[in-house]
């Protein structure tokens, strides 16, 4: 089977502008991040949240004691190897 030549894609360049120079622009020309600024804090509803996310976290660290290699580390650990 003969290999087939595939036709060579040349890309010309579009802008005289450095990609560095591009993000730079970009990132002066940033808007910025419209805030909310108001009197009603909503602490009722960060506190929702927050016990959901705390358990979640204990219960990742506790996957995590619970793993071979991490039992090995805090061993070597309280015997002054690592």
Do not use: W
């Given at each position: 089977?003969?290999?087939?030549?595939?036709?060579?894609i040349v890309l010309k360049c579009t802008t005289k502008v450095s990609?560095?120079?591009d993000f730079i622009?970009?990132?002066?020309?940033?808007q910025p991040m419209p805030?909310?600024?108001?009197?009603?804090?909503?602490?009722?509803?960060?506190?929702q949240q927050?016990?959901?996310s705390?358990?979640?976290?204990r219960r990742l660290a506790q996957k995590v004691e619970k793993r071979s290699?991490?039992?090995a580390t805090l061993k070597l650990k309280q015997i002054g190897i690592a």
């Open positions: 089977v003969a290999a087939q030549s595939v036709p060579k990609l560095n120079e622009n970009m990132l002066k020309n940033k805030v909310n600024i108001h009197s009603g804090y909503d602490a009722a509803k960060q506190q927050q016990p959901l705390t358990a979640r976290n290699s991490v039992q």
